[in-house]
């Protein structure tokens, strides 16, 4: 019974060490907002010039940044990017439950940085959506299609 009590107690401690230490990092991130933040990608992209945008409101979260579309060319259209990541409705079947997720774009010009499920609870309260990607799970790889300012999904094999 006590090595049990001991086991479970050490369980929580160590995801409540990882859930400060994954809002601390996040809070960091905020005080440093106005410089670019070019994540580095698995597919090798050539990152020289970058800039990023925080989306505020999207699934529901009014006024709460939950993910940052980076753009790694300086003549893009920004706005069109952030408005069609706004009306896109299915971020939550795409986001990891522990970990954030990047997605690039088809045309490798930009990427779409989601936070995770946890972070949004954690920062905002907001309920985990059943949708989300646990650790472990089988999930698809996708890009995003950005073509007639909308927001589409194209799955890598």
């Known amino acids: 019974m006590i090595i049990f009590l001991q086991k479970s107690s050490f369980l929580f401690l160590f995801i409540l060490s990882n859930l400060l230490v994954n809002a601390q990092n996040l809070k960091d991130s905020k005080q440093v907002e106005n410089k670019p933040s070019v994540p580095q990608s698995s597919i090798g992209i050539k990152q ?9 409101i999207t699934s529901g979260i009014s006024g709460k940044k939950h993910f940052i579309i980076h753009f790694y060319e300086n003549n893009m259209d920004t706005m069109a990017y952030h408005k069609a990541a706004y009306y896109f409705p299915r971020f939550e079947q795409y986001r990891f439950y522990n970990k954030r997720r ?11 940085e989601l936070f995770s499920a946890i972070e949004l609870n954690i920062l905002y309260g907001k309920r985990i959506n059943q949708q989300v990607i646990k650790e472990g799970a089988i999930y698809p ?9 909308m927001l589409k999904e194209q799955f890598l094999k």
């Open 102 to 112: 990047i997605i690039n774009f088809v045309n490798k010009k930009a990427s779409i």
């Open 141 to 149: 790889e996708i890009e995003f299609d950005f073509s007639n300012n």
């Open 48 to 56: 020289q010039s970058a800039s990023s945008i925080d989306a505020n």
